[in-house]
Structures are given as structure tokens and as C-alpha cells.
């Protein structure tokens, strides 16, 4: 009993000397300091505790407020003072899409390392000049395409096996501050992509209102439904994908649970369930259960906000790290979103 206490003693130090030991040799500027950063990506830098040397915003009067409410972080309003500065390893962008290519580039072209969150680009092609400017500069850019972080959607891509068909519902309320296909559709798009490589659309149907997609998937031997709709409502908020296979299916809500329910099989063809009682069988493979408030049960984490921003940075610092949302990881996403403008124009 004595030597198992100790065992969880040392295991609880572990744990902690592990979070208290994380060093960082370079220092980290941010550009935008609106809604998204602060709900997703600023608790994560803070969580980490890395090193954020300058907040980069266009205005004077939001400077002002940071320098007074942020200690040891510099706020300015030129861009230029980031980029010369010789300790800044890499730079966190989260401002306007319509800004975020320009930005990319100009960081790149200073030789420093990029974060930018999505959309990277306005188009393909101006997507395939920021990667021409990343192979020139030698620099590395990771866009935060969050879903490819999940560890639900990446115990799900570990775990699929002889794929058949999936369903996916990506449902949110009203969108008419930007393109809902950049601004939010690139998302199921690009998890897609992720999951089942490369896909092709079949066909796409548009609600009357216009705020509805139906789409016909096909990836190799895959097929797929998805329906994107900016007509239901934001606090009800929906994601939900039922995947397929030969011998179960894989269903994930709302990065809350995923599970997995295998097919009872036959005998002479006929349904074991027609003939015994009890013999479903579903596993919970992930469960975001509130009943200890920790860290890998926050939404934040589940959604692939950490390990996103983990993975940056440790790219950065030269530790061992895998950039899952490389600007060419992202051109497939963005072939798919002009083949639906394409399509429905």
C-alpha cells in the first residue's frame, strides 16, 4: 500500500515539474487581439506560458489599454518593430482575413516563423504564391486549421479502417459579417480531406434561402454526405459526423463524445439482432466529461486549440514537432471551395 502511494506521489511530481520545466529560447509577438483570440488562443499561449513580447494593433487607444493591463508585453502599432526585433522565433496572426495573406508573407519574407489563423488566403492562387514564399525563405507557416489537432478527430483517423461512407452536419446560425465558406465551411471541408484524403464533389444542391448546402462526396472508394448551413442557430450550434465502416460505425458530437458501435453481423445472412437479444456492443472512445475541470476536458483543448499552438511552437524552438496544416496540406481544401463557387455560380 506504502510503495503505491509513493509510486502516485511521483507520478503527481512528474506531472508537475513537467509543466514547470517548459523553457522557451526565443520570444513570441501576436497581431489582433479581437474575440477569437481572446476566447481561444490567448488562454493557450497564457497556459503554456509562452513568451509573448509585443501585441501588435492598429490602434493607438488599444495599445494603451494593453501596455496598461499586460505585464512585460509590449503593444505597438508598427509591425516593423516585431520583425527586426532579433528575438522573435515566430509571430501569432488573428486579424482580418482580408489582411492575413499580406501578413503572412511580409513575416516570412522577414524570417520569422508564421501562425496565422484561417482563411490563409482569399484564393488559390494567391495560396500558391505564400507557398513560393515559404520554400524561398526557408521559414515555416502553420495555418489553424484547429479540427487537424483534435484528439477526436485524430483518434477517429487513427481508428478507421475500411471506410464504406460517412455523414457529416456542420449547422450554425446566420454568417453575413463574411464568406461562410472560407470563414467557416473551409473547416468540415478540410477535416474531410484529413480523414479520407483527397475528395471530389459529385454534386451540390442550395437551399431556396441560400443558407443550406447539400454535398455528394467521393474520396477513392469513400463515399460521403455533408450538409452545411448557416440557417439554424449559434447558441445550438451543431457538428456532428457518423462514419461507416465494415464492421462498425464511429459517431462524434460537438467534440463531446466519440464513440464506436460494432455491427452485430449475420448468420446465412440474416442479422444476429433478429435473432438474440443483446448483442450491440458500443464503446466510448473519447468523453469530454465535466467532472474534473481539467485542462484536457476544456473544449479549448478538445477542439485542437493546444495542440496547434503547442505544435508551433515547439516547430519554432527546433523540438520535435509535426505541422499538420502546412499551407500545402491546404490546397485540396481550397480546390473543393472553388469547385462549390464554381458550381453554384
Not at 148 to 160: G, T
Not at 223 to 252: D, K
Request: aromatic share 12%; proline share 3%; hydrophobic share 40%.
Amino acid at each position: 500500500m506504502l510503495s503505491n502511494l509513493l509510486f502516485i506521489e511521483k507520478f503527481k511530481h512528474l506531472r508537475k515539474y513537467k509543466y514547470l520545466n517548459r523553457s522557451y529560447a526565443g520570444k513570441y509577438a501576436f497581431i489582433g487581439i479581437g474575440n477569437h483570440s481572446i476566447n481561444n488562443l490567448y488562454p493557450v499561449i497564457n497556459y503554456l506560458h509562452i513568451p509573448l513580447k509585443y501585441i501588435v494593433t492598429k490602434s493607438d487607444a488599444t495599445a494603451k489599454k494593453i501596455n496598461n493591463n499586460f505585464l512585460n508585453i509590449a503593444a505597438v502599432t508598427d509591425l516593423n518593430v516585431v520583425l527586426k526585433d532579433p528575438e522573435i522565433k515566430g509571430v501569432f496572426v488573428c486579424a482580418h482575413p482580408d489582411v492575413h495573406s499580406e501578413l503572412v508573407k511580409e513575416i516570412l519574407s522577414a524570417g520569422k516563423n508564421v501562425f496565422v489563423e484561417k482563411p490563409v488566403a482569399q484564393n488559390i492562387n494567391t495560396l500558391n504564391k505564400l507557398i513560393e514564399v515559404e520554400k524561398d525563405t526557408g521559414k515555416a507557416c502553420l495555418v489553424g486549421m484547429q479540427r487537424r489537432y483534435s484528439p477526436y478527430f485524430n483518434m477517429l483517423r487513427k481508428k478507421l479502417n475500411n471506410v464504406q461512407s460517412y455523414n457529416y452536419r456542420f449547422l450554425t446560425g446566420a454568417y453575413p459579417e463574411g464568406d461562410r465558406l472560407l470563414d467557416l465551411f473551409i473547416h468540415p471541408l478540410d477535416i474531410i480531406n484529413f480523414l479520407f484524403g483527397n475528395g471530389n464533389i459529385h454534386a451540390v444542391q442550395q437551399s431556396s434561402d441560400k443558407q443550406t448546402l447539400l454535398l455528394q462526396m467521393v474520396h477513392n472508394k469513400v463515399i460521403g454526405t455533408i450538409e452545411l448551413s448557416t440557417a439554424y442557430s449559434w447558441s445550438y450550434a451543431s457538428e456532428e459526423m457518423t462514419v461507416n465502416t465494415t464492421n462498425g460505425v464511429f459517431n462524434l458530437l460537438n467534440f463531446n463524445t466519440l464513440t464506436y458501435r460494432k455491427k452485430p453481423g449475420a448468420i446465412l445472412g440474416l442479422p444476429k439482432e433478429k435473432i438474440f437479444s443483446n448483442v450491440d456492443a458500443c464503446y466510448t472512445l473519447l468523453d469530454r466529461s465535466s467532472f474534473l475541470p481539467i485542462f484536457s476536458k476544456n473544449e479549448i483543448y478538445a477542439s485542437g486549440y493546444y495542440d496547434e499552438i503547442d505544435s508551433f511552437v515547439r516547430l519554432c524552438e527546433g523540438q520535435n514537432s509535426l505541422n499538420k496544416s502546412k499551407l500545402s496540406d491546404l490546397l485540396p481544401t481550397y480546390r473543393l471551395i472553388e469547385e462549390v463557387k464554381n458550381k453554384l455560380s
